[in-house]
Nanobody, 116 residues
Framework: QVQLRESGGGLVQAGGSLRLSCARS????????MAWYRQAPGKQRELVAS???????TYADSVKGRFTISEDNAKNTVYLQMNSLKPEDTAVYYC??????????WGQGTQVTVSS
């Protein structure tokens, strides 16, 4: 059974940094891309960053130059390094893994709160 375990969220002051991790257990066949989404209160869930198996990355305009997504294939872990955090980055962050076989996998979410 596949599980995604997120960690690294918390409370940080504006300008600070956090690194989110998403460790997966169990085998996922046909991974297409891995991503981080976020959802702030009263807002829709939005894509923050994604990375394909080939290593191609995309970022939301609001986080370009501040966030970096990466993968450690040996550890089955996807990371989101978040620097220069702003209060508007406050949200629940979700790990996502798309694949060719079934519906995508989602993590349970980790809260990130940035104080001004």
């Amino acid at each position: 059974q596949v599980q995604l375990r997120e960690s690294g969220g918390g409370l940080v002051q504006a300008g600070g940094s956090l690194r989110l991790s998403c460790a997966r257990s169990g085998f996922i066949f046909g991974i297409t891309r891995m991503a981080w989404y976020r959802q702030a209160p009263g807002k829709q869930r939005e894509l923050v960053a994604s990375i394909t198996r080939a290593g191609n990355t995309t970022y939301a305009d609001s986080v370009k130059g501040r966030f970096t997504i990466s993968e450690d294939n040996a550890k089955n872990t996807v990371y989101l390094q978040m620097n220069s955090l702003k209060p508007e980055d406050t949200a629940v962050y979700y790990c996502y893994i798309g694949n060719t076989v079934r519906a995508p996998y989602w993590g349970q979410g980790t809260q990130v709160t940035v104080s001004s």
